[in-house]
């Protein structure tokens, strides 16, 4: 069975995002980008199944600028068999992303995709259900566990006050929580080797998909300094400025 | 909890902005060894340090190791550690490819060196050990012993021992008393005492290789009948499975002032099997071959000590509020204003800061140059091979004394609360200090200097540095811009030229006088190099600080190489004075009186 994951690169999460000054967008210049830890899960999950024999081929997907196909090279150095880069300078949204891995699942024929829950940039948690809805297919998002048996996958789920189980049959979409594994160091044999491999660059014309955003942004800004809090002298007081800010 | 990232941004201005490290790919046999690849390699490695390695720092130093009937325990977590270091790949950077190693530059390796210390000093001792084995083993051993060991060493599923030291024999190997006989089948039995053997025992790895300093029946007296032997813990049958144990054990290990996390053992042998490694008798040329790149390494120990206290102490002096600025508050808002306010307090973190930024560039210079053994052009190399082996004692001794140097600021920094054990700093001290006595102390190391590198071949060995650096200093005297920089290096680098002549005439007289100076004249000798560097650095900065620094990476690079120039580089002066005294009133006080 080949497995499909879809791969995003963002700002590396531990660096502190700075706003531009002209408050269009995050200031990416100069920072370190990383792949999405999310999807960092997603492609160690596919290695896991394909060390365990469920999965013979790991073929990492993914869409962005030039400088992106970097993290095709990270894929490669944990593992991945194959890459597939869609070069474009244009910020993409959800809807587009899923359009272009519907035509490349076309292709591709995978029996399971696996992607990050959502990139930790814009938070957007679309992605992997777009693309379920767009191949009729069935998803299990927010994935803890997977299993893979045959033609058929178990999915724990973690949701709100325990834990749900799915049974999907595949092809089928899953997307990955933050306990679903912990990623492995890629191997220094592997860096050299990914290094050497090539990756297959498309457009996204070479689909005849328009990637056109739909949405516009209007004001990027850092969130509000906290201001700093007061002391007060006894319980009354905390009563009554309690009751005067309307929340008691 | 001590913090540590790793310098990434710094070491790639010291690879490819102050050196070209684009040039490494041109070597033959390094093709692979691009800007891209390295990019790679040092982030994975720092993100491996960070996140596998500084967690076993403190708990490894309370911990320490554990000896129980002949059995080491390394402390929690580290097993685990190692294993994980084996299956990514580092224990083979720089081994040969014929033997499962990736054969990547020195100096890339080094720097990945200086991370692994900066994060668990004790820990990088394991690997390191194998990897001085192996370097002595794959330019002395026998193709047989080659096959047999270096795989296995290179993917760290063994590890290797350099066993030299024995109780009556340190610096003085010509002493060592441990007996080798051959055997019929050509293998020989060893019987003696090895003492202070790091990574002797311990439970990382299936079998330990020891590579152990031994005389023959036959052997002249003194350091001329020193031969070379592997002695396996396991004998290894010729599929490469282990059999049976060999007499070789660990009778206990030292309590010691740091690095408890690293095995310190007494090692018997009692008629172990061994085999021979290179000639009868050349045991030495053996030991020499590997020194280089050990010295370094040991050298890089005291770098990544320098850079973690550094780091430590910046974040703590931002943070503790003390006293008021002597100038009028800086944090009016506050209680009282940080430390980093404090002129004393800057001091200590720019000294630590230009000596840990001085050092790496230092030991990138040194290792840039042990990787142009790959040079097509024979003058090329063997004038790189001249440079390196002036430049390993400077480099061993400077590096070690300033790394400790550094820790102890780095405690002073922190004040009472550095002292106490739970911010890590005092750790720092006494991990940092072995490594100004191992390998060579630095008292030996400065020996070396005066005695052997500065009177070799009529001078020739100095010239690879002196010639540089006076050519540097002419070239840019008249760059208005750099004088600043360039002046006080040509200060320093007559003060050198005039030491070198002095210690080395009076040293012909009397070789009292070379000895007594040996100390002084390698520091003066190293401040000189450093000075050499942070000259080079602040020319490769001030442009780049004049537009784009947008992290104002250049222009503090300018600033630390403006604060070295004007106070610390004088040290020099005072250096200068102490070796012209000559040794007098060192050698006349008389012995009784002590
Ligand atoms: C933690 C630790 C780990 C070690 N690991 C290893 C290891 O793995 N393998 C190994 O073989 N050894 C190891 N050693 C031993 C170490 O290399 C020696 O301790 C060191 O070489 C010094 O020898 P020594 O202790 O006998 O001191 P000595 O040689 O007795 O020296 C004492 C003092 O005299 C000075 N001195 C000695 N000779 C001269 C001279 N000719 N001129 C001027 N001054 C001189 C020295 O500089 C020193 O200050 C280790 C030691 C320690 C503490």
Request: charged fraction near 25%; charge should be negative.
């Amino acid at each position: 069975m080949k497995v499909l994951v879809p791969i995003k690169q963002v700002i590396d999460a531990n660096v502190r995002p700075r706003v531009k000054a002209d408050g269009t967008g995050v200031d990416l210049a100069n920072v370190k980008l990383s792949i999405n830890p999310f999807c960092e899960i997603a492609v160690e999950e596919a290695i896991r199944l394909k060390e365990k024999g469920k999965a013979s081929e790991i073929v990492v997907v993914s869409i962005g600028p030039a400088k992106a196909q970097e993290i095709i090279r990270s894929a490669y150095a944990l593992g991945a068999d194959r890459g597939l880069f869609v070069e474009t300078e244009e910020r993409v949204e959800p809807l587009a992303v899923a359009k272009v891995l519907q035509a490349i699942i076309a292709a591709e024929q995978p029996g399971l995709v696996i992607l990050g829950k959502q990139a930790i940039d814009d938070d957007s948690n679309q992605t992997g259900q777009m693309l379920a809805g767009l191949l009729g297919w069935p998803q299990a998002t927010f994935a803890s566990k997977l299993e893979v048996d045959g033609d058929r996958a178990t999915v724990t789920r973690e949701v709100d006050g325990g834990l749900e189980t799915l049974a999907l049959t595949l092809p089928a979409i899953v997307t990955t929580d933050l306990r679903l594994n912990n990623p492995r160091y890629p191997t220094l044999p592997n860096i050299m080797k990914a290094k050497k491999k090539a990756i297959d660059v498309k457009k996204p014309e070479d689909f005849g998909i328009d990637i056109t955003p739909r949405l516009k942004v209007l004001k990027v800004s850092e969130p509000p300094a906290r201001k700093p809090g007061i002391k007060v002298a006894s319980a009354e007081e905390l009563v009554k400025d309690l009751k005067a800010a309307g929340v008691l | 909890m001590a913090s540590y990232k790793a310098p990434l941004r710094d070491m790639r201005f010291v690879l490819f902005e102050l050196m070209d490290g684009e040039d490494i790919a041109t070597l033959p046999g390094y093709e692979e060894a691009t800007r891209d690849l390295i990019d790679s390699i040092l982030e994975e490695a720092a993100r491996f340090c960070e996140e596998v390695l500084l967690p076993l720092n403190r708990s490894g130093d309370e911990e320490g190791c554990v000896f129980e009937n002949g059995v080491v325990r390394t402390p929690k977590g580290f097993p685990e550690a190692y294993k994980a270091f084996c299956e990514a790949g580092w224990p083979g950077i720089t081994a040969s490819p014929e033997f499962g190693g990736q054969g990547l530059p020195k100096v890339v390796n080094g720097l990945i060196e200086e991370m692994i210390c900066s994060s668990n000093l004790s820990f990088g001792l394991y690997p390191g050990l194998s990897h001085g084995a192996y370097v002595a083993l794959e330019s002395h051993g026998s193709k047989e012993l080659k096959d047999k060991y270096l795989p296995k060493l290179v993917d760290g599923i063994w590890s290797g021992t350099m066993c030299l030291t024995e109780p009556q024999c340190g610096t003085d190997l010509g002493l060592c008393r441990t007996k080798a006989v051959p055997a019929e089948d050509g293998s020989y039995r060893i019987t003696g005492t090895k003492i202070f053997i790091s990574a002797g025992e311990h439970d990382l790895t299936d079998n330990i290789i020891h590579l152990v300093l031994a005389r023959l029946p036959d052997a002249p007296k003194g350091i001329k009948g020193i031969s070379l032997f592997l002695v396996p813990k396991f004998l290894v049958h010729d599929d490469n499975d282990l059999g049976a144990r060999n007499s070789v054990s660990c009778g206990s290990i030292e309590h010691k002032m740091g690095i408890k996390a690293s095995a310190t053992c007494v090692m018997n042998f009692d008629e172990a099997v061994g085999w021979l490694v290179g000639e009868p008798h050349k045991g030495m040329r053996a030991m020499f071959t590997m020194m280089n790149t050990e010295r370094l390494a040991v050298g890089l120990q005291g770098l990544g000590i320098a850079e973690v206290s550094y780091q430590g102490a910046v974040a703590y002096a931002r943070e503790r509020l003390q006293g008021r600025s002597l100038t009028g508050a800086k944090y009016p808002e506050k209680p009282a204003d940080p430390i980093i306010v404090h002129p004393d307090i800057r001091r200590m973190l720019l000294t630590q800061r230009a000596y840990a930024e001085g050092c790496r560039a230092l030991g990138a210079w040194v290792a840039r140059h042990l990787d142009l053994h790959h040079h097509p052009d024979a003058t090329m190399r063997q004038q790189a091979e001249e440079f390196v082996s002036l430049m390993t004692p400077v480099v061993k001794a400077l590096l070690t004394d300033l790394g400790s140097e550094a820790a102890n600021l780095g405690v002073q920094v922190f004040g009472g609360h550095g002292y106490i054990r739970e911010h890590g700093m005092e750790q720092y001290v006494r991990d940092a200090r072995i490594a100004q006595i191992y390998e060579g102390t630095n008292g030996v190391q400065a020996l070396d200097l005066v005695g052997r590198k500065m009177p070799a071949d009529m001078g020739r060995l100095l010239r690879r540095f002196f010639h540089p650096v006076s050519n540097y200093i002419e070239e840019k005297a008249s760059q208005a811009a750099l004088t600043e920089f360039v002046d006080p290096l040509g200060k320093a680098f007559t003060r050198l030229q005039q030491a070198t002549i002095k210690v080395a005439q009076a040293g012909l007289r009397n070789p009292d006088e070379a000895g007594a100076a040996a100390t002084e004249y390698l520091r003066l000798f190293g401040l000189t190099a450093l000075a050499y560097l942070w000259a080079r650095m602040a020319e490769v900065s001030l442009p780049k600080a004049e537009r784009d620094d947008v992290q104002g990476f250049y222009a503090a690079k300018v600033a630390t190489a403006r604060f070295f120039m004007q106070r610390l580089l004088p040290q020099t002066g005072a250096l200068f004075s102490s070796i012209m005294a000559g040794s007098k009133s060192t050698m006349a006080f008389d012995e009784a009186a002590f």
